[in-house]
């Protein structure tokens, strides 16, 4: 993304990202905060250039959010860069989506890298540092009763408490929170209207923060919501959500007698340890844009193990899309966790991606 309406749908996504962290997405009235406007008098400048007629105010623009998408002539994003039928709005949860959070630079990952190292560094010793990370991941939401329960540590609370809020009025609909039933993230259902048990099943008219999950499941109604708590939003996102596919990846890691070791700094990043392996360098990473996962890993200077949710690797756009990024990374490979230990221990694998992205696969479904 170099210029115009690319550029611009990069910093929307900033905006969008702060004003729903500050403010929520339903709650902004006049006058907006200074980013905002900045970026609304942007879009009405940009709209005035190729003629078309611009949103009026912010509640307008955010509007536009939910429909026009990357790939709409207003902002004309490559499709090597972004899946063109992304946008950064989710239509139906009136929330920012991944791909506005994987793209925002005020960087909802970043922030869930410092608030991790913070409580490393408040931990001390590696092991009481790894069960607070891990209470994190596993308790995206806590409840006062909760802390009754066998099992609850104080110890763990007094050091990750800080990382938990009341959920905001945004999430709450009729007094209920929803959970998704797959990735027991908070929920909606479209409209905002009342969730009941009947109605509180995943489907095109839900949303739920992991945005990819399967239709059909039934969520979690939370109905005392005075007591209940979230995980900071860059923690549930960036920790949370990623965690069940680091726990298999581990695994897989530990069922094949690989060593590993977490790469300080590095979400999802680990260090191999095992005789003769040609790739020592793994990457656990639930990402929905493709290109933007590949921009990570364009400098590296070894090999590296990218590992993504079964269904991603299954995706033929998906793959072509993160090779098309790569654009000469041949020593990255991207797999599912069944391919796992395949990738790790046959280095000749590495040079399978570059022939698959030369060859130019087209899209299918991109995002999964
Ligand atoms: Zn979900």
């Known amino acids: 993304m170099t210029s115009g309406g690319p550029v611009l749908f990069r910093e929307l996504a900033t905006v969008v990202a702060l004003l729903a962290e500050e403010t929520g997405l339903r709650s902004y009235q006049l006058p907006y905060p200074a980013a905002a406007q900045r970026m609304l008098d942007r879009m009405v400048l940009h709209?005035?250039?190729?003629?078309?007629?611009?949103?009026?105010?912010?509640?307008?623009?955010?509007?536009?959010?939910?429909?026009?998408s990357a790939g709409d002539r207003l902002f004309n994003v490559p499709p090597a860069s972004v899946l063109p039928e992304s946008t950064l709005v989710h239509p139906v949860g009136l929330m920012p989506t991944r791909t506005c959070l994987e793209l925002s630079s005020a960087g909802a990952e970043e922030a869930a890298g410092t608030l991790l190292a913070e409580l490393a560094d408040r931990c001390g010793p590696s092991e009481r540092f790894q069960r607070c990370r891990q209470f994190l991941a596993l308790n995206p939401v806590v409840h006062q009763h909760d802390r009754h329960k066998g099992g609850w540590s104080r110890e763990v609370w007094s050091q990750v408490s800080h990382l938990y809020q009341p959920p905001p009025d945004s999430l709450i609909v009729g007094g209920t929170l929803l959970r998704c039933g797959t990735c027991g993230l908070p929920a909606l259902l479209s409209d905002r209207r009342t969730p009941d048990s009947l109605s509180a099943v995943s489907g095109p008219a839900t949303w739920c923060e992991g945005e990819t999950c399967p239709d059909g499941v039934s969520m979690e109604l939370v109905r005392n919501t005075a007591g209940v708590l979230l995980l900071r939003k860059p923690l549930r996102v960036f920790l949370a959500l990623p965690f069940?596919?680091?726990?298999?990846?581990?695994?897989?890691?530990?069922?094949?007698?690989?060593?590993?070791?977490?790469?300080?700094?590095?979400?999802?990043?680990?260090?191999?340890?095992?005789?003769?392996?040609?790739?020592?360098?793994?990457?656990?990473?639930?990402?929905?844009?493709?290109?933007?996962?590949?921009e990570r890993f364009w400098s590296v200077t070894e090999p590296v193990v990218v590992a993504v949710p079964e269904e991603f690797a299954g995706s033929a756009g998906y793959q072509a899309a993160f090779a098309r990024a790569l654009s000469g990374g041949e020593r990255v490979v991207l797999t599912g966790p069944s391919g796992l230990i395949h990738r790790i221990r046959d280095g000749r694998v590495l040079n399978e991606t570059r022939t698959m992205g030369g060859r130019g696969a087209h899209s299918d479904t991109g995002s999964a």
């Open 47 to 68: 709209c005035a250039g190729l003629g078309v007629a611009p949103p009026m105010s912010l509640p307008e623009l955010l509007e536009w959010c939910r429909s026009v």
């Open 244 to 294: 069940r596919l680091e726990q298999k990846v581990l695994a897989a890691l530990d069922g094949a007698a690989i060593g590993h070791q977490a790469l300080p700094g590095a979400l999802g990043g680990y260090r191999l340890r095992g005789d003769g392996l040609p790739v020592r360098r793994l990457h656990v990473q639930v990402r929905v844009q493709p290109a933007l996962l590949a």
